[in-house]
């Protein structure tokens, strides 16, 4: 799964690799980006790449009640197709979501966990695959996302059973773009990207709670 992941590039930065036509409002740096929390997102308008805050935690637009968002934080990529909730959004409502790393907690014992920090070893900033959808209920309305995991990778495997789909930079436009695409095809799409070089290292416990911020979160153990 993906539950934690970081965002410390500059706003110029982040508009300049992903060909951003607008300003992020209100953006700021984030150590520890956790579920239920807003994420930095990119969705094609049809012309151009829009750069927007998301509440991540899918709440599809046919759901009775938002706190399903909090169970649909991940969409596994090999059934997405088949479900109710995702296969739409495969087919109309893709999105990258921003990140520069991500943190996963590789099992000691059967008590213990050592949290990591993952990120790409031959670039800063990278795009999790996403599926956004709208929710609207009397007047309260949500624009809500998950992100799309699979199967470890050889370097991943050693850690988790799972993984967020990172997309390459060059399938990021393809993955991004408005038209309508097939579920079934863009799924396959998701599941033959070529694997990126990943790199890890330690960091504290700190990171565990959802409520730390802050330099700590990504301090290397000594």
Not at 4 to 9: M, N, S, Y
Not at 68 to 89: D, V
Not at 160 to 171: A, D, Q
Not at 182 to 199: I, V, W
């Amino acid at each position: 799964m993906c539950g934690r992941f970081t965002l410390l590039a500059e706003e110029l930065e982040i508009l300049e690799a992903f060909g951003i036509a607008n300003e992020i409002e209100n953006y700021q740096p984030r150590y520890n980006i956790a579920p239920g929390q807003s994420v930095l997102a990119i969705v094609h308008d049809g012309e151009k790449n829009r750069a927007g805050y998301l509440k991540w935690g899918l709440v599809p637009s046919w759901a009775k009640d938002s706190s399903i968002g909090y169970k649909m934080i991940n969409a596994r990529t090999e059934s997405a197709a088949e479900k109710p909730s995702f296969k739409r959004l495969l087919e109309r409502r893709r999105c990258l979501i921003v990140a520069d790393s991500f943190y996963e907690w590789k099992r000691l014992d059967k008590k213990n966990k050592q949290p990591l920090r993952i990120s790409l070893q031959n670039r800063k900033l990278f795009a999790f695959a996403g599926l956004w959808d709208r929710w609207k209920q009397g007047e309260q309305e949500m624009v809500t996302c998950t992100i799309l995991t699979k199967s470890p990778n050889e370097f991943m495997s050693a850690i988790h059973n799972r993984m967020p789909v990172i997309l390459p930079k060059e399938k990021e436009q393809e993955w991004v773009e408005k038209e309508q695409r097939d579920a079934e095809e863009m799924q396959n799409f998701l599941l033959h990207l070529p694997n990126e070089d990943l790199t890890a290292y330690e960091v504290s416990t700190y990171v565990n709670s959802a409520t730390n911020e802050g330099e700590d979160c990504i301090a290397p153990l000594v």
